[in-house]
């Protein structure tokens, strides 16, 4: 691909699954111009954004004269497909499952549950207040991170990465969760093998860059 | 592929994610034995069971000699990558980016918010009691299904099924939603695409045979 298409992102500084999209388009050379839906403010249930996202979720990625595209993970495998270099997915069809399982641990299973639409209907219909949405916040993350803790310590085929030496959407994903909890002032103890592949993420520039705190509208820290 | 592997699926009659993954492999003509993981019981917490699925998650898929596979959705792409034929992905890039972000407004988005783990939290943390977890699945639900709608009945790209006039992937997640509904006795009212195209879904032996009603283990209606 010599020219790439003129993306729009659809995105907030702050937010997990666009930090993972920021990260794929660095680590291909792509770029997108960013637009932005600023989720304290409430712009993703805007008609005109959720004609675009009727989640009211972002990403989006657009591409003039096509249908946004939304989701994260469907977001990366497309940038995957039409960019191939570096690949992001093993060669093998087992160690893609195995790459794309981590992923999901993380994108499918961990952070649906700590995003603005469930923290209104805590805050609304159950009464939490801000503690108890920092404990929601650390059950998940927690649980999240210690069961891919697990599976990273105990399986083969991981490496200077989540899958072997090279970079795969399980590590984009894994540092997504990290990245966000910082924001929140959330850590999560005895993740060494996490913290050893989170440490060689952030040498590289494409996942530095991509960091919520250098995004614009990020606060000074 | 002439001789499958002889699968094994860790699975429970009711959950949504393992439908998906019997639903791919009756599509594929493949077959799996199962292996009950009693939810109710609190099997998925059994030590041994832990070692194949951190998480505590079914489904996990498992091949004799190699690690266990987990995540639906992951193992719906192995499938088609191992069993091509009929393909559960569309050929063009967009098509498939299309098919992937409906299925994780679902597989990601829409279910892991109403899993056995956080019943658990909410009702010894917040209190929940079966109607207010009722209420919480409801709303899941209902936000998940009226977005697909609106995708749905918005896109051009929509035909018989989410994508066309083949299933796919999208398919296979939008299914396992209202497969365990009905099980809760929950309706959502207005998904008028999302009817048409789960008739016909129920009107295939791989969608029906799937059924959580028609499991091992399944009570009787």
């Not at 003129?6 to 111009?33: D, I, M, Q």
């Not at 270099?85 to 700590?114: C, F, K, N």
């Not at 924001?183 to 060494?192: L, N, R, T």
Request: aromatic share 8%.
């Amino acid at each position: 691909m010599t020219v790439q298409p003129e993306f729009e992102l659809y995105s907030f500084w702050r937010t997990s699954a666009t930090y993972r999209v920021r990260v794929a388009l660095n680590l291909k050379g792509l770029t997108a111009r960013e637009r932005d839906v600023d989720l304290i403010k409430g712009e993703q249930r805007d008609p005109e954004f959720l004609k675009l996202s009727p989640m009211g979720a972002i990403p989006a990625l657009v591409e003039p004269g096509h249908p946004a595209m939304t989701q994260s993970t469907a977001i990366l495998e497309y940038l995957d497909e039409i960019a191939p270099e570096p690949p992001l997915l093993p060669a093998d069809p087992r160690g893609r499952a195995r790459v794309r399982s981590i992923a999901a641990m993380l994108a499918a299973d961990t952070h649906p549950l700590i995003t603005p639409r469930v923290r209104g209907y805590l805050t609304k219909e159950a009464g939490f207040d801000d503690a108890a949405w920092k404990r929601w916040q650390i059950q998940w993350f927690t649980t999240g991170l210690q069961a891919v803790e697990a599976r990273l310590a105990a399986e083969a085929e991981t490496g200077d990465f989540c899958h072997g030496d090279r970079v795969t959407l399980a590590d984009i994903c894994l540092a997504s969760i990290p990245a966000v909890m910082k924001i929140f002032a959330i850590e999560v103890a005895d993740i060494p093998t996490i913290d050893r592949i989170m440490a060689r993420c952030e040498a590289i520039e494409a996942f530095a860059a991509a960091d919520p705190y250098r995004q614009a509208g990020a606060p000074s820290r």
